[in-house]
């Protein structure tokens, strides 16, 4: 009889990519949920924008970063999603072995925005952490698909 070595997986690092602000969340290491972990106010310049992000997946023990992809309604690429596939690019070319895929993320927000209503929270507290709950919304999205 073999020994059988389990490993363990990584986490996974959600980012919904705002003009404003940039959403963060992390699974945990069996990759089974993700939390809402921190917003990132956008700098002014995206390279100091990526980097802060590949730090994060990196801090975090992440090898792979889920960039969340706003398609249409009708799932066609529009002008937002073009402009996260080319963050994405950006993200693949500094990221080194962290791989950076894309994953839909179609009505996270509002989903997110839903949740904390439903919570009782107030709109200038919903306005501080609306990224970070979208960006998990989307990346648990994505930790059930590649579960199934």
Known sequence: MGVVIATAATRALGVDLG??????ALSDPSRTVAS????????GDPVTDRRAIVETARAQGANV???????????ATGPAARAALAEVEALRAIAGDIEVI?????????TAERALIEGRMRRDARRRVVDKVAAA???QSWLERVSS
Not at 19 to 24: A, D, K, P, Q
Not at 65 to 75: A, C, K, Q, R, W
């Open 137 to 139: 919304v989307m990346l």
């Open 102 to 110: 894309v994953h839909d993320e179609r009505l996270t927000t509002v």
């Open 19 to 24: 003009e404003r602000r940039i959403g963060l």
């Open 36 to 43: 809402p972990h921190e917003v990132l106010r956008r700098s």
């Open 65 to 75: 970063i889920v960039v969340g992809l706003p398609l249409s309604l009708s799932g």
